[in-house]
């Protein structure tokens, strides 16, 4: 998890195409010294989009090499693997200073029936039960460490609202489940790339930490070394980005300084539209207490 940007979603997925398989993104204005991982994701997946006609991405696979520089614009180099009747795929790099800093392929499918099954939503509350952004700076973040606070105060694209924010106050350890409403602040255009994209921006803002609740401390913790290594997320079912989205996370296993986090996205009405697994750093560093 690192600080995020305030920028629209729309102007971080504005990419300069400079060849038929080459573009341009930059990175919005932040005091944070390394590009945010969800937005390399998010803009690599556009650009394998704008190779791509007429079909969705409905995977992807990536690995975080490197940290990007906010002040350089990154070159997303896409190379189109295969057009099949049904799928298609594409690998992307993330480029900067002559080096890649990501790696992602992307799977495409045209549209088709088949079998249908999902795992139901969890009960939690709805986004309209919960705090918004300035009820919660009022009356619950007051009373939480001061680098929780700082995170949820920062102006981001991505709106979000956490069900089990006391876990941040109360410490100790817990079962490692973390369940958290989020949803584009700006209205998007009717472009089911970009909102699958913008999903992809917001798949990366805390699925790290939900590896931590197990151990009972967070990413905020100056203690952690923590870093995004890979990345992966599943498209099920259309969905709006810019409309609630309820991201259920949990974790399954943490070992050898990682930490592997799932997460199941679902729309308010309980479909499941999206399926999130990342492994990240989670070092332990004793010497920056």
């Known amino acids: 998890m690192s600080q995020q940007i305030s920028a629209s979603l729309t102007a971080i997925l504005d990419l300069e195409q400079l060849e038929s398989n080459l573009f ?3 990175s919005p204005k932040s005091t944070w010294p390394r590009v945010f ?4 994701i998010a803009q690599s997946l556009y650009a394998a989009c704008k190779t791509v006609e007429d079909r ?12 990007g520089d906010p002040e350089m614009p990154i070159v997303y180099e896409v190379d189109r693997l295969r057009d099949g009747r049904s799928f298609t795929t594409r690998r992307v790099l993330a480029i900067q200073k002559g080096e890649a800093i990501f790696a992602m392929s992307a799977s ?19 986004p309209e039960d919960l705090p918004d952004r300035e009820e919660m700076a009022k009356t619950v ?5 001061d680098a929780v606070q700082a995170y949820y105060q920062r ?11 006391e876990r941040y106050r109360t410490g100790g350890k817990m079962e490692p489940k973390f369940n958290v409403w989020i949803r584009a602040m700006e209205t998007l255009p009717n472009e089911p ?3 699958r994209s913008v999903l992809a921006y917001a798949s990366d803002l805390m699925l790290l930490d939900s590896s931590l609740i197990a151990h009972g401390t967070t990413v905020f913790d100056q203690k952690i070394q923590g870093a995004s290594l890979d ?15 309820l991201y259920a996370q949990d974790s399954p296993s943490t070992s050898g300084a990682r930490g592997f986090s799932r997460g199941l996205v679902f729309d308010r009405e309980g479909r499941l539209v999206a399926s999130v697994a990342q492994e990240g750093l989670i070092r332990p560093r004793p010497d920056r207490a």
């Open 231 to 245: 990345h992966a997320l599943w498209f099920h079912r259309p969905f709006r980005a810019d409309e609630w989205l």
């Open 141 to 145: 973040l007051p009373h939480m460490p």
């Open 193 to 195: 790339a970009l909102h």
């Open 24 to 26: 341009r993104g930059r």
């Open 108 to 126: 495409f499918q045209v549209d088709e029936p088949g079998y249908e099954h999902q795992m139901p939503m969890p009960d939690v509350p709805m």
């Open 37 to 40: 991982g969800g937005q390399v």
């Open 155 to 165: 102006k981001r694209p991505i709106e979000i609202r956490p069900v089990e924010l």
């Open 56 to 67: 969705q991405p409905h995977s992807l696979h990536a690995y975080f090499l490197l940290p």
